[in-house]
């Protein structure tokens, strides 16, 4: 774990760039990653947050802006192909805490 003052990136860097980026779509657009909008339309923080637990940011910052890229364009590939092949792990916590319940059929009414 770094500080603030550690993690923060030089201005005008490439992680910088990427850290001033804000829609899934602009990172795939840096990064030059072909996509289908579906698949990110669906499953966008899912690849966002898997992108950013592939990333070794403490390797990563002891490299140059190119290398820096190429290593992102990587991580994000691998990512959006986990989704998009269906085999992406949904790990947000709405999705652990999910409850199964039952509902008897007699107890369902028809409101008029």
């Known amino acids: 774990m770094c500080s603030p003052a550690q993690c923060k ?65 990587h991580a994000l590939e691998k990512a959006y192909l986990e989704f998009a092949s269906g085999q992406g792990l949904k790990d947000f916590k709405v999705f652990k805490d999910t409850k199964t319940g039952f509902v008897p059929l007699s107890s369902i009414r028809s409101v008029r």
């Not at 910088?16 to 669906?42: C, N, P, W, Y």
């Not at 990333?55 to 140059?64: N, P």
């Open 9 to 73: 990136p030089a201005d005008g860097s490439f992680l910088d760039t990427l850290a001033r980026l804000s829609a899934a779509e602009e990172f795939f657009d840096i990064l030059d990653v072909a996509f289908d909008q579906q698949v990110v339309s669906v499953h966008r923080l899912h690849i966002l947050k898997r992108f950013n637990a592939l990333l070794d940011m403490s390797a990563l910052r002891a490299l140059e802006d190119g290398a820096q890229r190429v290593a992102c364009r």
